[in-house]
């Protein structure tokens, strides 16, 4: 008697809500302390860790549903997933945050990258201003937008394809 596979999709989309509301809720934590339009190290690198936890979490979830069985290509399409569904959210929430919450944030951000261009005093002013002007072109929400699901999909195949390869595991062949 065959039993009902459990659906890739499901769990990415699943644990992408969770990953894009705890993406949410670290967004709305670094606008409290007015550290939204930073970015950095440190940021990038909790986005990260968060994002490989669940991508983690919903391949092993996944595989237990599935009798401890899973290919790689069915545990790819989860992380993806995952990384998406999660992106998508963050992208919207970000659009809310910039256009809605603080419609200041890309100004901030400009400046506060003008300071830290100056502070590395690499470049000359003309250089500087040259980056800055360069930077707004690519601060319109479309470009945002387009960055931002690009970026996940990205991060999310480079992110999937080591707990893929090490979680995986065939079923033997009747």
Do not use: C, W
């Not at 997933?81 to 890309?106: A, C, H, K, R, Y």
């Not at 699901?149 to 480079?158: T, Y």
């Amino acid at each position: 008697m065959e039993q009902n596979q459990p659906k890739t999709g499901k769990y990415a989309l699943n644990f992408g809500v969770v990953l894009g509301a705890i993406s949410v809720v670290f967004a709305l934590m670094l606008y409290s302390l007015d550290m939204h339009y930073q970015g950095g190290f440190a940021v990038m690198g909790v986005s990260i860790v968060l994002t490989i936890v669940f991508v983690v979490i919903g391949m092993m979830q996944f595989k237990k549903a599935n009798d401890g069985f899973m290919s790689f290509g069915q545990a790819l399409k989860i992380g993806v997933g995952i990384s998406l569904v999660g992106g998508i959210i963050g992208v919207l929430f970000n659009q809310v945050l910039i256009n809605f919450i603080d419609p200041e944030t890309m100004t901030k951000a400009l400046e506060y990258q003008r300071e830290q261009l100056i502070a590395a005093g690499e470049l000359s002013m003309e250089q500087i201003d040259a980056s800055m002007e360069m930077g707004k072109s690519f601060s319109t929400p479309v470009m945002q937008i387009a960055f931002g699901l690009l970026g996940s999909l990205f991060f999310g195949f480079i992110l999937s394809l080591v707990p893929a390869l090490i979680l995986k595991k065939s079923k033997p062949e009747d």
